[in-house]
């Protein structure tokens, strides 16, 4: 789960790590009542996404004046920002965040995450830090420290080997270790799955300061951080993986063209890569799971059926835990209020399986069987091909007619 900038360094300041004072708001007028209460002559006024590039995007203004303050805001409030990680249709800003201006004299880059490789925590620091450290990391990886740390406790000698990289002075190397420590200790208290502080800066006063931060917690242990989800931010998140969570399906948008419809995280992984090596690309990830309901599935189905860029829907279920004929009469209940307005293939495998076909086909569905996974993204692509040119077709014959069309949803481009 992510959470805005302004959140993360609210719980970092409750472990003692220090951060810029500042405040969100979500108005021009009251964006400048902030900036005189933080008092100085410089501000920041940073919008507040889920998505890093910010500064890139425009999204992060340096103000010398309150009527720069009133100015970039009003800019930002309610601006759509484009950046690498919010793909073309970018994101709404529906927050700002005004902070006091700091003397900087360098910038680091700092951040902990699970390192799933080494099986532990580590710290990943450079003395590049800033808007490019994707570009050092392309071009200059000696540059870039991994330190893992065992357990929650970090050694001296470990957090003396990144003030080492990162070029502190000898002096600095206590207050860097008191960071580093606390950094952890949030880390792990949070059940965070990434820390990041970039940058990381030392200011000319000797202040070692978190400018940004970005913090994301692990969804699965969510339950037991209250106040954690309690800052959630449904804007920020797209409405169907919400309304997906609420039915206990695990739901990750795509930008494909085929809606799939899976059981067990594995087997819509292997689903999603031969419909990739069929030639087409999936819609989304959707694993309903071992213990869902008819209730879970008929939410399912509703999500791709009512998905205007899905072209064709693929359903593979190996019945086990999950019956066959759940997946058919979830499929029924479904239809009551989204109708099948695209091909549908399935492949019901397993538990009840016949009776999910006899479900089906009593219902006189018109469904494309498949008999192995194979066929299955083979229908599935030609499905959807088919459906696509329909669509294209459509849209030639409107435009010499003179009736408008939605070139986005005939193209089935996710912008």
Known sequence: ?????????????SFGIPVPQGKMTQSADEAVAIAESLGGSVWVVKAQIHAGGRGKAGGVRLCCSLDEVRQAAADLLGAVLV?????????RVNRIYIEQGLNIASEYYL???????????????????????????SDSPER?????VGGDAISEQESGMMAEHLGLETALQPRFHTLATALLS???EKDGALLELNPLILTKEGNLVALDAKFVVDDSAIYRQPEIAALRDPDEENPRESEAAEFGLNYIALDGNIGCMVNGAGLAMATMDIIQLKGDKPANFLDVGGGVTVEAVTEAFRLLFGDAYVKAVLVNIFGGIVRCDMIANGLLEAIKTHPMRVPVVMRLVGTNEQEGRRIVKDAGLDVRWADDLD?????????????QASLSRCATESRSDGTAQSADRLQGGRT
Not at 83 to 91: F, H, V
């Open 375 to 387: 066929q299955a993204a083979e229908f599935a692509v030609a499905a959807a091909q088919a459906e």
């Open 83 to 91: 950046t690498k990680q919010t793909g073309a249709s970018g994101k």
């Open 111 to 137: 951040s902990l995450l699970v390192d799933r490789e080494r099986e532990c925590i580590s710290f990943v620091v450079s003395p590049d830090g800033g808007m490019d450290i994707e570009q050092v990391a």
């Open 144 to 148: 870039i420290l991994t330190v893992p």
């Open 1 to 13: 789960m992510n959470i805005h900038e302004y959140q993360a360094k609210a719980v970092m300041a």
């Open 186 to 188: 949030m880390f792990c």
